[in-house]
């Protein structure tokens, strides 16, 4: 996935258009993010200790049943917002601060746009 350069003066979204390919990626960890599941995924991760959290602490958040989970879980790393690492027999997922960093810096509006 292609990542925009943000710039200290301002927002990607205030500086200037975004083209069809960087559009279309940063739609899809959006869409990603407007699943209620998938906001409580990211947002449990986030919040565990550590910075990360294994399947079994996310699937007890939850009642639903685990390949939905699992589902809700891959979407979210498709678009970036999660990796993952296998020790033993768990799943253990983290954020990847720099795609959560990439999506936020694109909504912020400096001061002067707002102002």
Same mark, same amino acid.
């Given at each position: 996935?292609?990542? =925009? ?5 301002? %927002?990607? =979204? ?8 960087? +559009? +279309?990626? =940063? !739609?899809? !960890?959006?869409? +990603? ?21 294994? /399947? ?8 639903? +049943? ?8 891959? /979407? ?11 020790? %033993? ?21 400096? !001061?002067?746009?707002?102002?």
């Amino acid at each position: 996935m292609d990542e =925009l350069t943000v710039l200290d003066c301002c %927002a990607p =979204l205030v500086r200037e258009p975004l083209d069809e390919v960087s +559009a +279309a990626g =940063l !739609a899809r !960890a959006f869409k +990603a993010l407007g699943d209620p599941v998938r906001l409580r995924i990211v947002s449990i991760v986030a919040g565990h200790e550590g910075g990360e959290a294994c /399947v079994c602490d996310l699937t007890a958040s939850f009642d639903l +049943a685990q390949p939905t989970i699992s589902h809700h879980l891959k /979407v979210l790393k498709d678009v970036g917002l999660l990796t993952s690492e296998r020790r %033993a027999s768990w799943v253990y997922y983290r954020i990847v601060p720099d795609r959560l960093a990439e999506l936020s810096g694109l909504l912020a509006v400096p !001061a002067e746009v707002t102002g």
